[in-house]
């Protein structure tokens, strides 16, 4: 059985995490800010362009800032989505919500 891609994102270095933490504090008690997703349920060739993009650094920038009872993101150009959402980092979600809420978030809720 071929093995399947679940989601490609970009990780962010330790030092930029710190920055944005600093910049942007987390409210809720689950703190995350360590990606962005690309593309999640890639299709082969959503799979096959992200092959030929690792190790390639990116410069993310901060363009917006959501935040409600159970999540808080921020919106970042510098990269684009292959699936069509909006490009985010989820900086931290309340308990018993997962970071996936970040997309709901930022379509309005």
């Not at 008690?29 to 997703?37: D, L, Q, R, W």
Request: proline content about 4%.
């Amino acid at each position: 059985m071929a093995e399947k891609t679940i989601y490609w994102a970009i990780l962010l270095h330790n030092d930029s995490r710190s920055k944005l933490l600093k910049k942007c504090k987390p409210i809720h008690s689950n703190v995350f800010a360590e990606h962005i997703t690309i593309v999640f349920n890639p299709t082969q060739k959503q799979d096959e362009i992200m092959m030929d993009q690792l190790g390639h650094e990116r410069t993310l920038t901060v363009t917006g800032f959501r935040v409600d009872d159970k999540g808080q993101a921020v919106v970042v150009t510098g990269e684009r989505r292959l699936d069509g959402g909006i490009p985010h980092i989820t900086i931290s979600c309340a308990d018993k919500t997962k970071p996936f809420y970040s997309n709901e978030l930022l379509d309005g809720g």
